[in-house]
């Protein structure tokens, strides 16, 4: 997350306040171009090999919107994949494997000679899965530039009000 405030004096805020319109949709727009970018740059990292992509369906559903309220404007890129926080952050612990069937080719190490289908029983396993961070990590990269852009955007639109 990266917040921004505006500290002075208060003839600086009064000469600013009248100009508050412009830098909201100054600030607006660059965050969503910035907004953009960072989606792009995230579906980016998923699309390298780290992840092993098999399906897409975590890329595909990286989204981002932008809010805009009175005192703020909030960029927001993320997915609602259910399995995408286990990839973010991680996870060690249990969990449940329901009952399913399996096919075989092999027992013990040593080849059947007809494949077989057996019936695998619900049971629970220890997991140690490291994190593999797409969306913080893109955060963390394009931090600079985000900080980059919205001050220029802020400036940009100060200076376009004493015009």
Known sequence: MIN????GDASLIAKMEGRA???QAGLEKSVQR???QLLTTVKQKLSDDVLRVR????RRSINQRVT???TSVTGI???NVEYARRLEFGF???ENVRESLRHITQAFGKPLKAPMTIKVRAHTRKVDFPPHSFLRSALAEMRPQIERD???ALVKAAREGTA
């Open 21 to 23: 319109d412009a830098m």
């Open 150 to 152: 919205m001050a220029a």
């Open 77 to 79: 890129v993320g997915t």
């Open 4 to 7: 921004g405030w505006l500290v």
């Open 34 to 36: 910035l907004a953009l």
């Open 55 to 58: 399906t897409g369906r975590l």
């Open 68 to 70: 805009v309220e009175q």
């Open 92 to 94: 060690k612990g249990t």
